[in-house]
């Protein structure tokens, strides 16, 4: 296999945008083939990938990115995966890179939400449930992982305050995320005050509806470029669950994730222990809890007390969303797990705000879910010096 | 073997139909054709029991616009009495704490499954 690597990366704001999905994602794209430091016509293959581009009237969104780009005969692939789009089109076009296919891909991710009103895009999220089962009977995405959420504080005793401190932590970091949906910092008893979305969990448990878009530029050992300043893939790897809730043992957890992330530190001889950060899936606080134990950063049951400890701030001694997650940053679906690739790139060039940047980013990884663990995609990072 | 449609059917005349897998006797709702706990591909249709007891819950404020006049309700996953699990909807409700409280099937049409709290 040939090596893999990011070579540039862009961003849109998240947040609310006046513009298409279509033009946040060429913005986002633009900017990482200026920040590669290579021309649109380098690219061999374009990945994008949309979740709910239906409500724009507008499918198919690949082509419309390389036309716009000058490269229309490139091939593009569009795909969606709920909310670990990109991250599914990451890891497609790693695999191509890896083989020796493809020597430099595009990716890019994006989504445009907020022309719905919050029961609209509630609606249209529980398509990704197992419907006839699941979201049929009015359930919600906030409620599924509420579901979870019941289950992991009966089962370890994860408090309201141990989610609060996540909310807390994770505004904190987005203030100084400039492209960051929220930038407010809250306290304790604003977390605690805020109104119930689905009990238990409540509004600053909860990511937003963003609109904005995220892109990449991913290359192999094989490709002519001139940037020296390149972050090693060291590891790509996508698992699943079984799709419905009810059909799993136990919902404390969410078994791709544990399964991704093993074979994860496998394939790139790493382990949790030699991980410096990471950028996990929070699209809830408790999801965040979640991931942190399936992850191994921490004992099952223990993810909600290291984070009231404060070992997951951007300066202690296990980071975890130093960009403010997706409950800061905000979560424009299909932009997430390319977002969260642009967050260990910039830290490991040491370009984000001081006051989130982490001290040491040598190794980093990225967990981000499809829905309620359908989809899982882990990839593992290394900063070359 | 059944399809959604004779889930669905089999709601409107008060059963809940599901599957049995013939080797482990693993009993389930959703549409999976081999079982999800053995793997084996010999497996039955059958009525599963409509009476359980609650897994986990939430109780939902925010809901999808076709269920706005009904909130705020209670969604459940629930261990029926032949050890299978569901999820279900349960309104009016009351009180927050659900945590193994016993329900039974009220009724199922084009907005679900709906259980009752006995
Ligand atoms: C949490 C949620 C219900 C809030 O929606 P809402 O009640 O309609 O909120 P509104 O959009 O009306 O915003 C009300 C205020 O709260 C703020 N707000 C909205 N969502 C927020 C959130 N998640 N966190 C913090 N503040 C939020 C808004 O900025 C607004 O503030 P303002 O009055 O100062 O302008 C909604 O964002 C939601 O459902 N999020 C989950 C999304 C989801 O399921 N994603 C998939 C994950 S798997
Ligand atoms: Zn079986």
Known sequence: MKNVYVAGVGMTNFGKSERLGRELALEAAISAIEDAGIEPKDID??????????????VHVGPLINSALGIPDRPSLT????????????????????????????????????????????????????????????????????????????????????LGSIAIKNHR???????????????MDTYLKSPVVAYPLKLYDSCPFSDGAAAIILINEDAKIKK???????????????????????????????????????????????????????????????????????????????????????DGK??????????????????????????????????VDKNRQVSNPEIGLTHNVGATGGSVTINIFRRLK | MHYVKDYLNSLKEGNLLGFECNSCKH??????????????????????????????????DVVPTNFKDKAPYAIAIIELEDGSRIQARI????????????????????????????
């Open chain 2, 27 to 60: 009993r389930w709702l959703t549409i999976q054709n081999f079982c999800p706990n053995c793997g084996s591909h010999d497996i039955k249709d059958t009525y599963l029991s409509k009476r359980g007891k609650i897994v986990t819950y939430t109780i939902l």
């Open chain 1, 318 to 351: 296990k980071p975890v969303n130093p960009s403010g997650g997706l409950k800061a940053k905000g979560h424009p679906v299909s932009a997430t797990g390319i977002a969260q690739i642009v967050e260990i790139y910039d830290q490991m060039l040491f370009r």
């Open chain 1, 45 to 58: 293959a374009t990945y994008v990938s949309s979740a709910f581009g239906i409500g724009e009237n507008q």
């Open chain 1, 173 to 187: 970091n987005g203030f100084y995320n400039p492209k960051a949906h929220f930038r407010k910092i809250i306290d």
């Open chain 1, 79 to 162: 795909i969606e995966s709920a909310c670990s789009g990109s991250s599914a089109a990451f890891h497609e076009a790693y695999v191509a890179l890896s083989s020796g296919f493809y020597n430099i891909a595009l990716v890019v991710g994006y989504e445009k939400l907020t022309m719905n009103s919050t029961p609209e895009n509630t609606r249209l999220f529980a398509m990704a449930s197992d419907f006839w089962y699941e979201g049929l009977n009015g359930v919600t995405f906030p409620g599924l992982y509420a579901l979870m959420a019941t289950a992991h504080m009966n089962k370890y005793g994860t408090s309201e305050e141990m």
């Open chain 1, 228 to 314: 020296s300043e390149l972050v090693k893939v060291l590891a790509s790897v996508r698992s699943g669950s079984m799709a419905a809730l009810q059909d799993r043992n136990d919902y404390t957890g969410i078994p791709g994730a544990k399964i991704a992330s093993e074979k994860a530190y496998k394939y790139s001889k790493t382990s949790p222990e030699m991980i410096s950060f990471a950028e996990v899936h929070d699209c809830f606080t408790i999801a965040e809890v979640m991931a942190m134990e399936d992850i191994g950063f921490f004992k099952k049951g223990d993810g909600g007390k290291a984070s009231l400890e404060g070992i997951t701030q951007f």
């Open chain 2, 91 to 118: 309104e009016n409700i009351k009180d927050k704490d659900l945590l193994g409280r016993d329900v039974t099937f009220e009724k199922g049409d084009e907005e679900g499954l709906l259980f009752k709290l006995e």
